[in-house]
C-alpha cells in the first residue's frame, strides 16, 4: 500500500500567502535599499551627508514591520473648530493618498500634537487600494485592528483615538516637511524597519545606496572573523567598524 503524502493546507497557505506579497520595486534603487539594513543606511546618510538621517526613536511600527519608497506628503496644523470640518480637516492627506501612485510612502505630519490620529481605516483602506508601500505618522493611528486586517504597514509616533476634526487642519500636501525632526520632501527615498525610519535625500541617493552597501559587504565579512578569533576588539581594529 502506498504512502500518502500529507500536506497540511496551512503550509499551502502560507506558501500561497509569501509569494502573493513579495515586493517588486519599479526602480532598481529602491530594490536595492530594500536589500540594505536600517542602521547600515543610518549610517551612510552619516558619512556621506555628515548629519543625521534617521527619525525619533518615537517613530515605530505599528502595523507591519518594513517598506522602501518614495516620499509624498500632508500635514496639518491646530485650527479653529470652523475651520476644522470634516471636509477641511484633512483634505490634503486625502488629495495626496488619492493621488498616490504604487509603491509611495505617505508621510502625514500632525504638527504639534501625538495625542491626535493623522490616520484611520477609511484613509488606510484608500492607501492599500492605491498601492501604497506604506504610511509614516508624526502624530498618533487609531483604528489599528482595522489597518492590521488590510495589511498597510504604518508607522506613527503614537496611538491615539482622538480625531483632527474640530482641532486640526489641513495646510498642504506635496511639499517639504519636518517629521519627526527629519527633513523630508517628495521624491525622497524612506527606508523604514524594526530598527526606524531612514530618510534618503533624492539627489544623493546613488552615493549613499554605494555607501550602504561597502557598509554591509564589510559587516558580512567581519562575522566570520569575530567568531575565527573570537574577539570584537581585533575585528574593530582591523575592520574600522563597530
Known amino acids: 500500500m502506498k504512502k500518502l503524502l500529507i500536506i497540511p493546507v496551512a503550509a499551502i497557505i502560507l506558501v500561497g500567502f509569501q509569494q502573493a506579497t513579495k515586493t517588486t520595486y519599479a526602480e532598481p534603487i529602491l ?4 536589500k540594505s539594513t536600517v542602521a547600515s543606511v543610518a549610517d551612510a ?8 538621517g534617521y527619525m525619533s526613536h518615537d517613530m515605530r511600527p505599528r502595523v507591519g514591520m518594513s517598506f522602501v519608497g518614495r516620499a509624498t506628503t500632508a500635514i496639518l496644523r491646530p485650527a479653529t473648530p470652523e475651520n476644522s470640518t470634516p471636509a477641511l480637516s ?3 492627506s486625502v488629495a495626496m493618498i488619492d493621488a498616490a501612485k504604487p509603491g509611495e510612502v505617505g508621510v502625514i505630519v500632525v504638527e504639534g500634537s501625538l495625542d491626535l490620529a493623522g490616520i484611520g481605516g477609511l484613509m488606510a483602506t484608500a492607501a492599500k487600494s492605491r498601492g501604497m508601500a506604506g504610511i509614516l505618522v508624526d502624530g498618533g493611528v487609531r483604528d489599528l485592528a482595522e489597518i492590521r486586517s488590510l495589511g498597510l504597514t504604518l508607522f506613527a509616533r ?3 483615538p482622538g480625531s483632527s476634526v474640530g482641532r486640526y487642519a489641513s495646510v ?3 511639499i517639504e516637511v519636518n517629521c519627526a525632526g527629519i527633513k523630508v520632501r517628495p521624491g ?3 527606508v523604514a524597519g524594526e ?3 531612514v530618510v ?3 539627489e544623493q541617493e546613488q552615493s549613499i545606496l554605494k555607501r550602504s552597501q561597502e557598509i554591509d559587504d564589510r559587516e558580512t565579512k567581519m562575522v566570520p572573523f569575530i567568531k575565527q578569533f573570537k574577539s570584537l576588539g581585533e575585528t574593530v581594529r582591523k575592520f574600522n567598524r563597530i
Not at 546618510?45 to 543625521?52: A, M, N, S
Request: glycine letters at 10%; hydrophobic letters at 35%; zero cysteines.
Open 31 to 34: 530594490a536595492g535599499f530594500s
Open 45 to 52: 546618510v552619516d558619512q556621506v551627508l555628515g548629519k543625521r
Open 90 to 92: 484633512a483634505k490634503d
Open 158 to 160: 503614537s496611538v491615539s
Open 172 to 174: 498642504s500636501r506635496d
Open 188 to 190: 525622497d527615498i524612506i
Open 195 to 197: 530598527d526606524g525610519v
Open 200 to 202: 534618503v535625500p533624492k
